[in-house]
């Protein structure tokens, strides 16, 4: 049986201090001669030569530094950002929790996000529909379910996000730093429910620790 996750030679390319934020034509036209003549000399490498397979069922983490590139290797993964050079192959449907808020819309309510999230994820309208009442509940953030997710506070949120991603019928789940923003109780809790899914449900996890 072919390995669940294959990330062969894997090399990520980036370029120091350039924002790549929203620009006028003004302002793109400006910083041209910049970018010609000055780029060579900030390029770096985030990730040189990443190598490794991963079977399924397996639960692997990463540890490294803040810069390590953990971060760039799992939007690589998540299909956020492609590689420069090498590719990652992929064999299973992914959920992916990579940022608190990602994926959910501050106006809409708990509620509403977890649908809106799911669909995102690619969890089907029944599926969600079916899974909703399990979610809520190991989200701990009843109470706040028809409340705006603006309202939320970092920790609910991501309780809310990791929740939907945890219940999603996937066999790969990509978990960045984002468990270090909720509580002592919850990230065990998040902990045991990630065993759970690796033993019970068979599903590969891969997670990211500084």
């Not at 929203?22 to 990443?50: C, N």
């Not at 810069?67 to 992929?90: C, D, F, Q, V, Y």
């Not at 984002?178 to 996890?205: H, N, P, R, Y």
Request: charged fraction near 30%.
């Amino acid at each position: 049986m072919k390995p669940i996750i294959e990330v062969n030679h894997v090399w990520k390319e980036y370029h120091k201090g350039i924002d790549r934020r929203y620009k006028s034509l003004r302002d793109t036209i400006v910083g041209m001669p910049e970018r010609l003549f000055g780029q060579d000399k900030e390029k770096f490498w985030a990730l040189e030569d990443i190598d490794f397979k991963v079977e399924a069922g397996e639960s692997i983490g990463i540890i490294g530094r803040n810069g390590a590139g953990k971060s760039t290797l799992l939007k690589i993964m998540s299909r956020i950002t492609p590689p420069t050079k090498g590719e990652i192959i992929l064999r299973g449907r992914v959920a992916s929790l990579l940022e608190v808020g990602t994926g959910f819309h501050p106006e809409l309510t708990g509620r509403e996000n977890i649908f809106f999230n799911g669909s995102i994820l690619g969890m089907k309208h029944s599926e969600i529909k079916r899974k909703f009442d399990e979610i809520v509940d190991f989200s701990g953030v009843e109470n706040f379910i028809y409340t705006p997710l603006k309202h939320y506070s970092s920790g609910m949120q991501m309780r809310l996000a990791f929740s939907v991603a945890a219940h999603l019928d996937s066999e790969i789940l990509l978990v960045d730093e984002v468990l270090a923003v909720g509580d002592a109780e919850f990230q065990k809790k998040c902990i045991g429910k990630m065993d759970d899914v690796s033993k019970g449900e068979g599903k590969t996890i891969f997670v990211c620790k500084s």
